[in-house]
């Protein structure tokens, strides 16, 4: 059984999906500590004209809190800047209503007190869905009980207890992880390297790495699974 332990991102890059399709299951890391400016809550696309961000703001968000710890805002104080900024920058894309009801499904599908590591998770689990990914998830704090551990100890002991063979990382996972740690307990190591080929973006100049709704509102679902996959 091949493998894969990240943290949950909010719509993550492509590159995040490539990982997904790659192995049998998935787990998302949902119990340590939250890091400020990184990709739990936010992700880039092309607004207004240039590249930002899309946040989903957060309450009382703290390092010396666990991701599934930290609450998301009240909807009404947000959302609905958020989806008019994406509405008015991509209101023409081809396959902007299908991708932007998926967005706005994901934010709302949980009511007020969702927290950030669900809301992350679910726009893995409604993107791999529509990309039809055969993955099976689940998060660490639902069943392992081994937050204790640490780096490379924690990602063996959930391989040996999902009794998987190969444990697979994205390529920025390589000075994380040796593969001598792996052998040891008869695992095998990969690193899935993410190479986007260039997609239609409307009139600009291609743009790589942006948030997986980007490489969604350009390309139908099947396209963009056959991008993800050969990328």
């Known amino acids: ?46 607004l207004a004209g240039d590249v930002r961000y899309i946040t989903v703001p957060l309450v009382g968000a703290s390092t010396n809190l666990k991701i599934n710890q930290i609450s998301i805002q009240s909807s009404e104080l947000w959302l609905y800047k958020l989806l008019d900024s994406v509405r008015q920058s991509y209101s023409k894309a081809p396959n902007f209503t299908s991708t932007f009801d998926l967005l706005r499904a994901v934010l709302l599908s949980g009511g007020e007190n969702n927290k950030v590591s669900d809301i992350a998770r679910r726009s893995s689990l409604e993107v791999s869905e529509r990309l039809n990914f055969n993955v099976s998830f689940i998060k660490t704090s639902a069943i392992y009980e081994n937050a204790t551990l640490k780096g490379s100890d924690r990602v063996i002991d959930i391989c040996l207890r999902e009794k998987a063979s190969k444990y697979y990382n994205l390529s920025g996972g390589r000075d994380l992880y040796k593969e001598d740690d792996f052998a040891k307990y008869n695992l095998q190591l990969e690193f899935v390297e993410s190479n986007l080929s260039p997609y239609h973006q409307s009139s600009r100049e291609f743009i790589p790495g942006l948030s997986i709704l980007d490489v969604l509102m350009f390309n139908s679902f099947d396209d963009a699974r056959r991008i993800i996959i050969d990328g």
């Open 1 to 46: 059984m091949k493998l894969a332990v990240m943290q949950p991102y909010f719509f993550p890059y492509a590159g995040y999906f490539k990982l997904i399709a790659e192995v049998d299951k998935f787990v998302f890391l949902d119990d340590v500590n939250y890091i400020k400016s990184g990709w739990i809550n936010r992700n880039r696309l092309f």
